[in-house]
């Protein structure tokens, strides 16, 4: 019976990470695909890929970041869909870091907006230290994917007669 409870409890963190971390990029999505004008502005204030990599990036990002939201929103390749995420969410630190160390004054952009902003206006510790946040959600999700309320999870259940992820 303990270990039942267990499980359940993990369960529900796990479903607390996958929710939230979609919530992250469903929203980063949205507010991208929005204003693609801007997102372009944002990819490229960070000075490391060409105009048409800009372009092509500024483009795709949106619309990636809502695909990996509603996966997860409803529970489909948990734990492919947070491999990704930690790839991306790796990429970001990185892309900020960058910025950061070559003295660049940019808004990271990854909720919208970004850009150029004035000398000390950047927030480059706090940038960071969010999506460390959302790779430990994601990392969470890729040790342990099991969640409630997940498709795949009444897929495998329906399908085969064995529960899993």
């Given at each position: 019976m303990r270990?039942?409870t267990?499980g359940r409890v993990l369960?529900?963190?796990?479903?607390?990470?996958?929710l939230?971390l979609?919530?992250?990029w469903?929203?980063?999505?949205?507010?991208?695909?929005?204003d693609?004008a801007?997102?372009?502005?944002?990819?490229?204030?960070?000075?490391?890929l060409s105009?048409?990599?800009v372009?092509v990036?500024?483009?795709?990002?949106?619309?990636?970041?809502?695909a990996?939201g509603?996966?997860l929103l409803?529970?489909?390749?948990?734990?492919?869909?947070?491999?990704?995420?930690a790839?991306?969410?790796?990429?970001?630190i990185?892309?900020?870091?960058?910025?950061?160390?070559?003295?660049?004054?940019?808004d990271?952009g990854?909720?919208?907006?970004?850009?150029?902003?004035?000398?000390?206006?950047?927030q480059?510790?706090?940038?960071?230290?969010r999506d460390?946040g959302?790779?430990?959600l994601?990392?969470?999700?890729?040790?342990?994917?099991?969640?409630l309320?997940?498709a795949?999870?009444?897929?495998v259940?329906s399908?085969?007669?064995?529960?899993g992820?």
């Amino acid at each position: 019976m303990r270990q039942v409870t267990g499980g359940r409890v993990l369960d529900g963190i796990g479903t607390l990470a996958r929710l939230g971390l979609a919530a992250v990029w469903l929203v980063s999505g949205l507010l991208k695909a929005m204003d693609p004008a801007q997102t372009y502005v944002a990819v490229r204030a960070y000075d490391v890929l060409s105009r048409p990599l800009v372009s092509v990036v500024a483009g795709i990002l949106p619309w990636f970041e809502l695909a990996l939201g509603l996966l997860l929103l409803v529970g489909i390749g948990t734990r492919a869909v947070a491999v990704l995420s930690a790839g991306v969410l790796l990429v970001f630190i990185a892309g900020v870091t960058q910025a950061w160390v070559r003295g660049l004054s940019i808004d990271c952009g990854c909720f919208g907006g970004g850009g150029a902003v004035a000398p000390g206006q950047t927030q480059y510790v706090q940038e960071i230290l969010r999506d460390v946040g959302f790779l430990a959600l994601a990392i969470w999700l890729i040790v342990r994917p099991q969640t409630l309320f997940a498709a795949e999870r009444r897929l495998v259940t329906s399908g085969s007669g064995i529960e899993g992820n």
